[in-house]
């Protein structure tokens, strides 16, 4: 048994059964805590022996429906660590007995780790067993009953064009191009760490539908301020290496509040702030429904607010 990192500071669960090597890589941002349940999940996953009863089978039969399904998605590794998360848990369980197991693990996790981390785990086990009820293993959706805990994502900070050029200027040069491609795209960081040359066409920026949150295709206008930074993709950065410079970058310029997905929450701002209607800034950002764009609305409104007491001074003054 063993847990090591890599060069990119991703860890490495491995363990031998029967003679046989088994290895699980852990996705970025993952903890030595992280490493530990899961090391001690594949270990009782070796050994695991359940009977067999009709309608209601173990969840260590159901969970291996899902890690092969997951293998599927946009983001297996990450699927697959959030579903082995849920394994001290599910140990022992029914299909039938899911919710209640979850709802213990969500109360153990509270305080190790937050909200939407493990919303995450519960996800993944809802979403095994829709696959076991659709499948015909269950027969009806045990995940139905999992509840999610609450999150509060509401944390929006909108920067000015000069904070973001304060910021940028204490980036170094790969860094500093995730940056202004960011604010003058509206990206998200793993749409613009899988930008290729060849999704430059016609003076527009393609993001291609397996790199999208959404898994929705869309393009993006290329403007005269956004080809210098473009030349730089390929970017020769990971996703680790991004979020440490960009780290340090924001200790030096002295904005340690600032994450990464501000600058696209600050591109929304700064094109309502212009007078982009809100659906246009949809479409700039990817947003599958006008409802996850609304909630720039108020600075419309304030915008709007601002048109009118220029009115009502000139009305004064007259």
Same mark, same amino acid.
């Given at each position: 048994?063993?847990?090591?990192?890599? !060069?990119?500071?991703?860890l490495?669960v491995?363990?031998?059964?029967?003679?046989k090597?088994?290895?699980?890589?852990?996705?970025?941002?993952?903890s030595a805590? +992280?490493?530990k349940l899961l090391?001690?999940e594949?270990?009782?996953a070796?050994n695991?022996k359940?009977?067999?009863?009709?309608?209601?089978?173990p969840?260590?039969?159901?969970?291996g429906?899902?890690m092969?399904?997951?293998?599927?998605l946009r983001s297996?590794?990450?699927?697959?660590?959030?579903?082995?998360?849920?394994g001290q848990?599910?140990?022992?369980?029914?299909a039938s007995?899911a919710? *209640?197991a979850?709802a213990?693990?969500?109360k +153990?996790m509270?305080?190790h780790y937050?909200?939407?981390t493990?919303?995450r785990s519960?996800?993944a *086990? !809802?979403?095994a067993?829709?696959?076991?009820?659709?499948?015909g293993?269950?027969p009806?959706?045990?995940?139905?009953?999992?509840?999610?805990?609450?999150?509060n994502n509401?944390?929006h900070?909108y920067l000015?064009i000069?904070?973001v !050029?304060?910021?940028?200027d %204490? %980036?170094?040069?790969?860094?500093?191009a995730?940056?202004w491609?960011?604010?003058l795209?509206? %990206?998200?960081r793993?749409?613009?760490l899988?930008m290729?040359?060849g999704?430059i066409?016609?003076g527009r920026?393609?993001i291609?539908?397996g790199n999208t949150k959404t898994?929705?295709e869309r393009? *993006?206008?290329i403007?005269?301020?956004?080809?210098?930074w473009l030349e730089?993709?390929?970017?020769?950065?990971?996703?680790?290496?991004?979020?440490t410079?960009?780290?340090?970058?924001?200790e030096?310029?002295?904005?340690?509040? *600032?994450h990464?997905h +501000?600058l696209r929450?600050s %591109?929304?701002?700064?094109l309502i702030?212009?007078g982009?209607?809100?659906?246009?800034?949809?479409?700039?950002?990817?947003?599958?429904t006008i !409802?996850?764009?609304?909630?720039?609305?108020?600075?419309?409104?304030?915008?709007q607010q601002e048109?009118?007491?220029?009115l009502?001074?000139?009305? +004064?003054a007259a």
């Amino acid at each position: 048994m063993s847990i090591w990192t890599d !060069k990119q500071g991703r860890l490495h669960v491995g363990i031998m059964v029967g003679g046989k090597r088994i290895h699980r890589r852990l996705p970025e941002g993952a903890s030595a805590r +992280d490493a530990k349940l899961l090391e001690a999940e594949l270990l009782r996953a070796a050994n695991r022996k359940s009977p067999s009863i009709p309608g209601d089978p173990p969840m260590a039969s159901i969970m291996g429906l899902y890690m092969a399904h997951a293998d599927t998605l946009r983001s297996p590794d990450t699927a697959k660590f959030h579903a082995m998360r849920s394994g001290q848990w599910l140990e022992g369980v029914r299909a039938s007995e899911a919710s *209640v197991a979850m709802a213990k693990m969500a109360k +153990d996790m509270r305080g190790h780790y937050a909200p939407g981390t493990i919303n995450r785990s519960l996800g993944a *086990v !809802k979403a095994a067993l829709k696959l076991a009820f659709r499948s015909g293993m269950i027969p009806e959706d045990y995940g139905s009953k999992i509840t999610r805990l609450p999150e509060n994502n509401e944390r929006h900070l909108y920067l000015s064009i000069e904070e973001v !050029k304060r910021l940028a200027d %204490c %980036c170094s040069e790969q860094v500093r191009a995730a940056v202004w491609i960011a604010l003058l795209t509206g %990206c998200r960081r793993g749409e613009i760490l899988k930008m290729q040359p060849g999704d430059i066409q016609e003076g527009r920026l393609r993001i291609r539908a397996g790199n999208t949150k959404t898994l929705r295709e869309r393009t *993006v206008p290329i403007i005269p301020v956004l080809r210098p930074w473009l030349e730089y993709l390929p970017l020769q950065i990971n996703a680790e290496g991004l979020k440490t410079g960009f780290r340090r970058a924001r200790e030096k310029a002295e904005m340690p509040h *600032v994450h990464f997905h +501000d600058l696209r929450h600050s %591109c929304a701002s700064l094109l309502i702030n212009m007078g982009v209607s809100l659906h246009v800034v949809k479409e700039i950002l990817g947003h599958t429904t006008i !409802k996850t764009t609304e909630r720039y609305a108020h600075l419309d409104v304030e915008r709007q607010q601002e048109a009118l007491m220029m009115l009502s001074k000139a009305v +004064d003054a007259a």
